[in-house]
């Protein structure tokens, strides 16, 4: 017999909620300014999935397809280069409104700047942003992956130019491996969207960064007639994305916020048993951290997302593998007259949750307390495409982790 999903809602005290003011509207604005002058930008596409919204028997469903994104295949990239161009901004003493793509591939800025090494932890996509990014702008990267990483994905990296290694330690272990190595190298700058103590201001960057994907969400809802969506589903490895998301949408609509579900990962579901305590402490998930959802095998919160989450969000869940292979199979093959998504094992989860709350009354509980039903617009976040071809084939051609 399958896992079940668990879920918690937010009955946490609230805190000061000092850490909104990262996602103010105006730090995402100059993210996306900063972004759109790379000539690789283009808005990703905002899949409208009506045939699906109707069988699940919802008013609207839309999906952010970041497998569009600067030709990487992820959302990654948006963190990752905005949070370089604001540490090289303050390294010279200037505004991040100064890092365009033009200046910072010029001569004049190599001249004033020179060069410096980015370090990171990732699965995959995370460094081969960084990669991506620091090879565009003339910079270094080192980039160490987590046991059990796939080599399609070291591949992606190291054609980026990056030093990569694959070790033998989870991620948090191999984020502790780049931080200690960065410490000890000259312009050396670890990049990471986790945060910890002594460990913030970057992070906040990155999150400003995956803002440029809500900023867009959110003018290409109101081109379809949608002004707010009612319910965001957000899924969450150290929960960067989803405190961007969040924390972005809620400063859009401070009266009137979208009910947000963000979910996890079941074997790194550090969010979920922080809620589940209810005191307001994250929790801490250790070991392997083994799931298909590789970008989401997390185990330590970034304390700062922690902050909004605990906040803002109405529920957390807690979500077996099965959960994101069936939202693959179900945006891969979609209902009749609906685009195809093609989204990977850690951008599917959302639409795999939604559908076993709407079909059945297994998970009814849930579905009662988000009110979800035949008047809800909902937003979701496809954040990578087929970034593993071997394991997107088991999934969606061999029906590995099935449903039943």
């Not at 990267?141 to 033998?168: C, L, W, Y």
């Not at 998970?363 to 593993?388: I, K, P, W």
Request: glycine share 10%.
């Amino acid at each position: 017999m399958k896992d079940s999903i668990k879920w918690a809602g937010n009955h946490m005290p609230k805190s000061d909620d000092r850490q909104l003011a990262v996602m103010a509207l105006s730090n995402v604005a100059k993210a996306r300014f900063f972004h759109s002058s790379f000539p690789q930008y283009s808005i990703t596409p905002l899949a409208r999935l009506d045939g699906m919204a109707k069988y699940l028997g919802l008013a609207g469903l839309y999906v952010k397809d970041e497998s569009y994104r600067f030709g990487l295949n992820a959302f990654k990239v948006l963190g990752g280069s905005f949070a370089m161009a604001r540490y090289i901004a303050g390294e010279m003493g200037r505004d991040v409104s100064e890092m365009t793509y033009d200046y910072l591939t010029s001569e004049a800025f190599r001249r004033e700047f020179g060069q410096a090494t980015f370090f990171t932890a990732t699965d995959g996509n995370h460094g081969r942003g960084v990669a991506w990014a620091a090879n565009k702008l003339g910079q270094k990267a080192v980039v160490h992956m987590p046991k059990g990483s796939s080599q399609a994905r070291f591949d992606n990296i190291a054609r980026e130019g990056a030093a990569v290694t694959i070790e033998d330690v989870n991620y948090d272990d191999c984020v502790r491996m780049a931080a200690a190595e960065a410490a000890v190298t000259p312009h050396g700058v670890m990049v990471q969207d986790t945060a910890w103590e002594g460990y913030e201001e970057i992070p906040t960057w990155i999150m400003q960064g995956y803002g440029t994907m809500a900023n867009e969400c959110a003018d290409q809802l109101r081109q379809v007639g949608v002004n707010r969506p009612t319910h965001v589903f957000v899924q969450a490895g150290v929960g960067s994305l989803a405190g961007a998301v969040i924390g972005y949408f809620t400063n859009l609509f401070p009266s009137d916020p979208p009910k947000f579900v963000v979910m996890e990962a079941r074997a790194a579901d550090c969010l979920y048993r922080g809620a589940l305590a209810g005191d307001g402490a994250p929790r801490i998930v250790e070991g392997d951290l083994q799931t298909i959802m590789a970008g989401l095998a997390c185990g330590e919160p970034n304390t700062i997302s922690w902050d909004i989450l605990r906040n803002h969000v109405s529920a957390f869940a807690s979500c077996p593998d099965w959960v994101s292979a069936r939202g693959m199979r179900m945006l891969g093959v979609p209902v009749k007259g609906d685009p195809v998504v093609i989204s990977g094992e850690s951008g599917a989860v959302g639409m795999g949750l939604l559908a076993a709350l709407m079909e059945t009354d297994v998970y009814r509980d849930l579905r009662e307390a988000l009110e979800l039903d035949r008047f809800r617009q909902v937003l979701m976040f496809s954040t990578e495409g087929n970034t593993d071809p071997m394991k997107f084939r088991k999934v969606l051609w061999d029906g590995e982790y099935p449903t039943v």
